[in-house]
């Protein structure tokens, strides 16, 4: 999946998770750095999103 809609995904969602998975990565920090992303922002994201 070509990383320019994965972080659309992003951007939509703030959903991390779906995004490691869409691009295969076993470790959350590759995500991150993929998606040009700083750590604490993401995380801020993350815990904003309800499960």
């Known amino acids: 999946m070509p990383r320019t809609k994965v972080a659309q ?3 939509k969602t ?3 998770r779906a995004v490691q998975l869409l691009l295969g990565h076993t470790k959350m920090d590759s ?3 993929s998606l040009g992303v700083d750590l604490e922002d993401a995380l ?3 815990e904003g ?3």
């Open 44 to 46: 801020t994201i993350s």
């Open 14 to 16: 703030g959903n991390l």
């Open 49 to 51: 999103v309800e499960i």
């Open 9 to 11: 995904i992003y951007r």
């Open 31 to 33: 995500t991150v750095r």
